[in-house]
């Protein structure tokens, strides 16, 4: 899930000509471009967010396991960020 939304961002960035090298520089340009602009709402950020932290957790720490309890509602969240994403992209 976290991967759809970077890729997302990604392709939104790109759209508007701006670029970032990192994960933490991709996050820092959306913030900047899309959230503190009230482009996007906080909600989107807070879940952006939330899903680098699982990503960090599950690719850095010793033994993290996600359950279905934990995963699972977050694929709506994850429908509209990406909904919200291209509604953008298609404001060209």
Do not use: W
């Not at 520089?25 to 879940?47: C, N």
């Not at 429908?79 to 919200?84: D, P």
Request: hydrophobic share 40%; with cysteine; net charge negative.
């Amino acid at each position: 899930m976290y991967y759809s939304c970077f890729y997302s961002v990604i392709a939104l960035l790109a759209k508007d000509e701006l670029a970032a090298t990192t994960h933490n520089g991709v996050r820092t340009e959306f913030f900047r471009q899309y959230i503190k602009t009230s482009i996007l709402s906080k909600d989107i950020s807070s879940l952006y967010t939330d899903l680098m932290g699982k990503r960090e957790e599950s690719d850095y720490d010793d033994f993290h396991d996600f359950t279905e309890k934990d995963i699972m509602p977050l694929f709506p969240e994850v429908e509209n960020f990406i909904s919200a994403i291209k509604n953008l992209i298609g404001e060209v």
